[in-house]
């Protein structure tokens, strides 16, 4: 039912008390190594909630291209659409200090090997979604052949993150465009207005049939082009442990629901609830939640 056009990366996370500063070295944790990535986050949120999900990406001929694979398959993801080799499996260097403050630098690896004609190769997966996701940590050529790859009937999900400058195909395809608060502040520019009720209209002028902007425990902001209509979803209050992958978890949830025949307020609406049930735990994948959990809360 859902495709996940996207990254798959390791995450590989030392605490520090502090970052060293240049020609420095200091001492570290343990390396913790986690799955992440933004497409196989999405890909693996929407399994565990009980989607049909298929995920199709690339990673390297080495552990953590494994590791990826294996964590995928364990969750019910289909893989067949994900490619080995070309590169390294993109790897994101993080360093943590006292306060809590992340370092971040990535390798995009085989993410960035990921090609337009990969994704011609893998018509028959584009033809079989209801829903495809993007996002934009893999190059903007292969987004775009995505867009034009897909089914007639295929809904595209964009969360354009990293943000970037999207041409006007690409916007125009969107259905939902999904931006947090710094991606719709970044797409819009310096007019971007005074807060999400302006930046919504302001977002569906640059041609997305439709909008969604995540608020944090605020929960999200849906506009819709077709009715006309600007709904708030407020956010269960929950104890927010870590909201890292909650963005991910949102997206994959709102586009599974589509994909259901949801219409756009009732997908976002559920998928406030998937959001706030995976900041409760702490990392990106090991906090996505349930069936059963987003119903408990
Ligand atoms: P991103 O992770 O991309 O920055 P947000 O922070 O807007 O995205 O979070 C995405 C969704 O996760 C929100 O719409 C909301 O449903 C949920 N969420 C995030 N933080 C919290 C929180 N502190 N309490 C409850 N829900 C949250």
């Known amino acids: 039912d859902l495709l996940v056009v996207g990254s798959a990366n390791a995450d590989l ?21 986690h799955p992440g990535g933004k497409g196989a986050n999405q890909s693996l949120a ?4 009980g989607a049909r999900t298929a995920l199709l990406a690339r ?10 694979l294996e964590t995928q398959r364990a969750a019910g993801v289909d893989t067949d659409g994900v490619l080995v080799g070309g590169a390294p499996t993109g790897v994101a260097l993080i360093t943590v200090d006292l306060s809590g403050d992340n370092s971040i630098v990535v390798s995009p690896g085989a993410n960035g090997r990921l090609t337009p ?22 190059p903007l050529d292969t987004v775009a052949e995505t867009v034009r790859g897909r089914g007639p009937d295929t809904r595209l999900v964009l969360n ?17 465009l999904v931006v947090n608060e710094h991606e719709a502040r970044y ?14 209209p302001a977002l569906l002028a640059l041609g997305p049939r439709s909008v969604v902007i995540t608020l944090g425990a605020a929960g999200a902001l849906v506009a819709d082009s077709r009715t006309g209509s600007l709904d708030h979803l407020i ?19 709102l586009a599974w629901r589509l994909g259901r025949g949801d219409d756009l307020r009732e997908a976002a609406a559920f998928a406030v609830r998937v959001g706030a049930a995976a900041v409760m735990a702490q990392g990106a994948q090991k906090s996505f939640p349930t069936l059963e959990e987003v119903d408990a809360l």
């Not at 400058?165 to 969107?174: G, R, Y």
Request: with cysteine; hydrophobic share 45%; net charge negative.
């Open 13 to 33: 996370v030392i605490g520090v008390e502090r970052r060293p500063a240049p020609g420095e070295t200091v001492l570290g944790s343990d390396l913790a190594v």
């Open 46 to 49: 929407a399994a565990r909630l």
């Open 59 to 68: 990673v390297g001929d080495d552990d953590h291209g494994r590791l990826l």
């Open 117 to 138: 004609e990969d994704v011609r190769a893998a018509a028959p997966l584009l033809a079989a979604a209801r829903v495809i996701s993007v996002q934009l940590e893999i």
């Open 160 to 176: 354009p993150s990293p943000p970037a400058p999207l041409p006007a195909e690409v916007l125009a395809a969107c259905d939902p």
């Open 187 to 200: 797409i819009l520019g310096e007019d971007a207005g005074e807060g999400p009720h302006d930046w919504a």
């Open 235 to 253: 956010s269960p209050k929950v104890e927010a442990v870590d909201t890292t992958g909650a963005g991910d978890a949102f997206t994959a949830a």
